[in-house]
């Protein structure tokens, strides 16, 4: 074969077959283009057929008809189908023409390769094959396009969209209830009755307490256990079953049956407006109010099946326990006459209220008819919706009609779900107000007597009366009396209960008016202004008005500690022997009160109410009245046996503290190589451990114990018995001070006295590191001692809680954090109140917050997070 090129360029024959490929390919183009305007009418009317099918066309329409368009449908498309056989097919030429014109190929440079020469002779020959040589570099890369048929000459108005749109939403319904299948053009019609419409939604809504989220049971895959058995969806009890049904006719049955229940539950439709929660649920919403969509709803409170037509789902039922709360302590009177209860509850999904039910032991007479209900005693929760809660709630009842009288104590506290669980009563007195004017008492009489009976009035007037049989002798201040005479006016004037219960005041405001004069009124609109403020704590009230309520408690609490100075100066034995340890200082409760407020507007609302319950415990237990001296000359014995105890403690600690420091000299001492004598050295080298590489520190400092030898050391050791000893014999003679104040020393004392006896030997024989192991494990025992006593004595009512010494805080520390000196010894507790600093920290977090929020350019993400935080979202 004869080369087109002597530089190795291709030759005739792989060029004729790259040519042979482009032209196969062009001719297929070529076909395609003269058979897609040809198609389009055969293609049209396929598309209508399908369209006709999955419209249900053939499945409906009666049989003349069906066959009539089934008949046209074929004619049509044999008819359409003979342009499209009668197609010629391109030629070699036809291919070369069209690739030299999409490829823009001059001088015919396909065609001029089969081409032969018109002259002969070997120039002629030569310049033949160079041209064929210069047009086969120029058809080395051809390219044959794509189709490029004419479709829009021959369909002018675009007629070929309408079956392709007629088409795609034939499919579309295809997939619903009334909708044919392509197999119905070929079978007869039958007559079938079309099934209705029917969209169901159905989905479970936990209570909002348990924090879960809603499961939707329309499309759920429930999983298959090895039997073959679905799973039943564990729900918690009392989530809200919401079935929802739009359909075109008809009515799907909708019934939940409850596990050993003979018959289902038939699931009423009710007329309900959905929730934005429900219509989030819905793919499609479905409004209830139209017609053929019903809701069906039912709280589950059983294990059950729900059956919805064809459907069904099982469920089991995570109960929800009934809350469990208990007296933490015995309800105890303060010294203002206030009931301090110390509870502890649990739930497990959180608490939601809490309360003591106070009811009287003794049986009213009959037909009797009390002016006032039941006293109310809230219980202040630390923290709403804890699943554990323990606190202590001081609230003051002298002013009910029941205070003095025997009363029965329990505690109720309730979940969200609205469950209540009960403690185990107490009986007790009910704390109330103790009068020191007798003519202050007598009408204090008056009004308890027909308020809790008011039939009982006309005794109220015979008891008013007879303070007046000689005025001049009991009632020598002018204003009294004629107070007195107007109280007398008012009862005989009653027609009814809320002139009765107005007449009942009056009394009640005379008789402290003449206890405690503006004291009274002071102490009263203190308490007032501390209720409100708890209550808009209760119902997170906004800043301003938090701002205004703690101006109001400002106000009221600089009234009550004039009151309270004004009072405690007319007391010569108050004057002249304050009690410094139990002084309130204006900054102190100014400081807490911002504190308080800090914490409210920082969001800490919980916090808030928990400070200022114990502001409200703090003022209670704050001295107001008159102590009686066989009250004082207790304290002071209780007072002085607390202090000996904290003493020895305190001698007890420095002395283990300087039995450690020489024995660990001794132990440095032997270390460097400074022996003892002979047993002393036996004894030492047993009792200290033998550590390989141990070495001592030769860059320490010196001390003042580096220049004392080993048996310098030894000795000093020895001559800590006697301290060992005396401390034991003043441990003894604070046991027999307790047992003359009737207080039984606990096993604590008896352990520590044993302890201090073995470290008195021990550091007898020079034995320190068995001296501090006694010394601490005496400690111990001391501090468990003090709680029996102490507990002792708050049973006697002169400790902590106690009449005798009022208890600001737990744990020997008031709600400002001041250790409180008579409290005893330390107990190594402590109660922690929010530091100024950690407030400041929380209210600038807050404001940051919110200034986010207050921008458009932070992220969506970033957004919802920051609404989390504030609590709404």
């Not at 006719?249 to 539950?265: F, N, Q, S």
């Not at 109010?289 to 729900?306: N, Q």
């Not at 977090?845 to 979202?873: K, V």
């Amino acid at each position: 074969m004869t080369k087109i090129r002597r530089d190795g360029s291709t030759g005739t024959a792989g060029l004729m077959r790259s040519l042979a490929v482009k032209r196969a390919l062009a001719r297929i183009v070529l076909v395609a283009e003269r058979a897609a305007p040809r198609a389009l009418p055969l293609a049209a009317i396929v598309l209508l057929f399908l369209s006709a099918a999955w419209f249900g066309l053939f499945r409906v329409a009666p049989g003349w008809l069906h066959a009539t368009v089934l008949f046209g449908f074929a004619a049509a498309f044999v008819i359409l189908l003979i342009p499209l056989m009668r197609l010629r097919i391109p030629g070699n030429s036809d291919a070369d023409r069209m690739l030299e014109e999409r490829n823009n190929l001059a001088h015919q440079a396909i065609r001029v390769q089969d081409d032969q020469p018109a002259t002969s002779g070997a120039a002629g020959q030569a310049l033949w094959l160079e041209h064929q040589a210069r047009m086969a570099q120029t058809i080395k890369a051809l390219e044959t396009g794509l189709p490029r048929p004419d479709i829009a000459r021959s369909d002018n108005y675009g007629l070929r969209a309408l079956p392709v749109l007629i088409a795609c939403v034939a499919f579309a319904y295809s997939y619903s209830n009334r909708a044919g299948l392509i197999s119905d053009a070929f079978h007869p019609p039958q007559q079938v009755e079309a099934k209705p419409d029917v969209r169901i939604d159905a989905w479970v809504t936990p209570p909002a307490y348990t924090g879960r989220a809603p499961v939707f049971l329309t499309g759920h895959q429930d999983s298959e256990t090895a039997s073959g058995r679905t799973e039943p969806l564990r729900i918690p009890q009392f989530s809200e079953l919401t079935v929802r049904i739009t359909s075109g006719g008809g009515t799907t049955p909708v019934t939940y049956h409850e596990d050993g229940a003979a018959e289902p539950l038939v699931m009423a439709a009710q007329d309900v407006k959905p929730t934005e929660v429900q219509k989030a649920a819905e793919t499609v919403a479905a409004d209830p109010a139209k017609p053929g969509s019903e809701t069906h709803l039912l709280k589950i409170t059983k294990d059950g099946t729900l059956a919805v037509g064809d459907e069904a789902w099982a469920f089991t039922v995570i109960p929800d326990s009934v809350p469990d709360i208990a007296f933490d302590g015995i309800p105890r009177p303060t010294v203002n006459a206030a009931l301090e209860i110390g509870f502890a509850a649990r739930d497990d999904y959180g608490i939601q209220d809490a309360w003591a039910e106070i009811k009287p032991l003794d049986k009213p007479e009959a037909g009797a008819h009390p002016l006032y209900p039941l006293p109310e005693y809230r219980l202040d929760l630390p923290k709403r919706n804890a699943r554990e809660a323990k606190g202590l709630t001081s609230r003051n009842l002298s002013e009910h009609p029941l205070s003095g009288k025997r009363v029965r104590v329990t505690l109720v506290a309730r979940d969200a779900a609205g469950q209540e669980g009960r403690s185990v009563p107490q009986d007790m007195i009910l704390p109330a107000r103790q009068f020191f004017e007798p003519l202050a008492g007598a009408v204090a009489e008056q009004r308890q007597v027909f308020s809790l009976d008011a039939n009982q009035l006309p005794r109220s007037i015979d008891l008013n009366d007879a303070l007046m049989i000689r005025p001049d002798e009991t009632i020598p201040n002018l204003t009294h009396f004629l107070l007195l005479q107007s109280a007398r006016t008012r009862m005989a004037l009653v027609r009814n209960d809320d002139l009765a219960r107005d007449a009942a005041s009056h009394l009640w405001e005379i008789a402290l008016g003449i206890e405690d004069g503006d004291m009274a009124l002071a102490d009263k609109r203190l308490r007032d202004a501390q209720q409100k403020l708890s209550e808009a704590l209760e119902r997170n009230a906004s800043d301003e008005e938090i701002a205004k309520l703690m101006q109001e408690l400002r106000e009221a609490m600089q009234d009550y500690m004039e009151a309270l100075a004004r009072q405690a100066a007319k007391n010569p034995r108050m004057a002249a022997n304050p009690d410094q340890n139990n002084v309130l200082r204006q900054q102190d409760l100014e400081k807490m009160m911002n504190q308080i407020e800090n914490l409210a507007k920082s969001g800490a609302k919980d916090q808030a109410r928990q400070l200022l319950s114990e502001m409200q415990r703090m003022m209670n237990n704050l001295q107001a009245g008159r102590m009686q001296q066989q009250q004082g000359e207790a304290n002071s014995q209780m007072r002085e046996q607390m202090d000996k105890l904290g003493q020895l403690m305190q001698q007890q600690q420095q002395l283990m503290d300087e039995t450690f420091k020489f024995d660990q000299a001794l132990r440095d001492r032997m270390q460097r190589g400074d022996p003892l004598d002979g047993e002393d050295q036996e004894l030492f080298n047993q009792d200290m451990p033998q550590e390989p590489g141990q070495q001592s520190d030769e860059n320490a400092e010196p001390g003042p114990l580096d220049n004392m030898t080993a048996e310098e050391l030894k000795q000093a050791l020895k001559n800590l018995q006697a301290q060992q000893e005396q401390l034991g014999k003043q441990l003894g003679e604070l046991q027999k001070g307790l047992e003359s104040m009737g207080i039984k020393p606990g096993k604590g004392f008896g352990e520590a006295g044993r302890e201090m006896k073995g470290a008195a030997n021990a550091l007898g024989k020079g034995e320190g590191e068995q001296a501090v192991g006694s010394q601490g494990r005496a400690l111990q025992a001391l501090r468990e001692g003090a709680q029996d006593m102490m507990q002792q004595m708050q049973s006697q009512g002169q400790g902590p809680g106690g009449q005798g010494i009022p208890q600001y805080g737990q744990n020997g520390r008031d709600p400002l954090g001041r250790r409180q000196q008579n409290a005893g010894p330390d107990f190594g507790d402590q109660v922690k109140v929010p530091d100024e600093i950690d407030t400041q920290r929380a209210r600038e977090i807050l404001e940051e917050i919110r200034r986010r929020l207050g921008t458009n350019s932070s992220p969506e993400t970033e957004r919802q997070y920051l609404e989390r935080l504030l609590d709404i979202r």
